[in-house]
């Protein structure tokens, strides 16, 4: 089955520094790659996905993410973050009917 | 278009009692999916239904089941309750029986077990 890695389960980032937050992929085919984010007491709202059109995926919030195959990686990034930011962020692989979810990483933005 | 709704949104059961958890899946959504996400650590898939039959199962026991109805709205049912089954369970709504696109996730029902 397919699998995410997220490297670094907590990122802190100041107000507008650029977030970084790193995904890597065990996929032998190409896969559907997904970024959720969970803010306090909610429920998942996808980010953007990945869905083997073009390698740099633009989501919503400012948020976009490179697929790399030969890195096998799918990081998520944003120029300058918000405080609104403030979450935790899943990536997620499609394994037929399910998604797997990595661990998470939370990020905090100091003011 | 109303969003997935989940009720319960907080419960507390004992040891070896049976919780049953609600989602009413988003409008003209016919597949619900069910995870199970502990404190720290990301969701697991517990099953899914399309069309009122499960379509999938992860890695759980029997003792955790479900149901989707006509008006495709799902039950989780828990029976004979752990500890470590204290978790917030999400629910899911997609189109389709496959997760290649988007899944819209409620906000949860947090279950603890003492």
């Known amino acids: 089955a397919q699998s995410v890695t997220q490297l670094g389960s907590h990122v802190s980032v100041s107000e507008g520094a650029l977030v970084l937050l790193r995904c890597n992929y065990s996929s032998s085919v190409p896969p559907y790659l997904f970024w959720y984010v969970q803010y306090p007491n909610q429920g998942l709202q996808l980010l953007l996905k990945y869905t083997s059109a073009a390698t740099l995926v633009k989501g919503i919030n400012g948020f976009e993410a490179e697929f790399k195959k030969s890195e096998t990686s799918f990081h998520l990034t944003k120029p300058s973050a918000h405080m609104s930011d403030a979450a935790e962020y899943f990536c997620?692989?499609?394994?037929?009917?399910?998604?797997?979810f990595g661990a998470g990483t939370t990020v905090t933005v100091r003011a | 278009e109303t969003g997935v709704t989940q009720s319960p949104t907080h419960l507390i059961k004992t040891r070896g009692q049976q919780v049953t958890l609600r989602c009413s899946s988003q409008?003209?959504?016919?597949?619900v999916s069910w995870y199970q996400q502990a404190l720290g650590q990301g969701p697991q898939f517990i099953f899914q239904y399309y069309r009122e039959e499960e379509n999938g199962r992860g890695n759980f026991p029997p003792r955790f089941s479900g149901l989707q109805f006509p008006n495709y709205s799902s039950e989780l049912n828990v029976n004979a309750l752990e500890l470590d089954d204290s978790a917030l369970y999400l629910c899911a709504s997609s189109l389709g029986g496959e997760n290649t696109g988007e899944l819209f996730f409620g906000e949860g029902s947090r279950l603890t077990v003492l």
């Open positions: 409008s003209g959504h016919n597949t």
């Open positions: 997620a692989v499609s394994n037929d009917y399910k998604l797997s």
